[in-house]
Nanobody, 117 residues
Framework: VQLQESGPGLVKPSQTLALTCTVSGGSITTSSYLWFWIRQPPGKGLEWIGS???????YYSPSLNSRTSISRDTSKNQFTLQLSSVTPEDTAVYYCSRYYGGGMDYWGKGTLVTVSS
């Protein structure tokens, strides 16, 4: 299984950050898998943003819930993250990952998104 994040590396303040995770080697609709978006700001720890399940159910971090939307395109085996009204504090390396059996078993390499005018 491989996961690959894609999207703009630079976003202006107040705009919407949009990233796509393309999954290969396994279907995002396979039962029991949960697909995550996680980020790591410079010099800080990992932060869970939100998740989408194999059935399409979504779950969001309470601290980011009002600005986050996760969706999927099953025909392309992709899931996407949209984070609105970004500020420089949203600058981070963004990862997508798969959760199965009690832990993350596959991760993308991550993509740096910088919020700056």
């Amino acid at each position: 299984v491989q996961l690959q994040e894609s999207g703009p590396g630079l976003v202006k303040p107040s705009q919407t950050l949009a990233l796509t995770c393309t999954v290969s080697g396994g279907s995002i609709t396979t039962s029991s898998y949960l697909w995550f978006w996680i980020r790591q700001p410079p010099g800080k720890g990992l932060e869970w943003i939100g998740s989408i399940g194999y059935s399409g159910s979504t779950y969001y971090s309470p601290s980011l819930n009002s600005r986050t939307s996760i969706s999927r395109d099953t025909s392309k085996n992709q899931f996407t993250l949209q984070l609105s009204s970004v500020t420089p504090e949203d600058t981070a390396v963004y990862y997508c990952s798969r959760y199965y059996g009690g832990g993350m078993d596959y991760w993308g390499k991550g993509t740096l998104v910088t919020v700056s005018s």
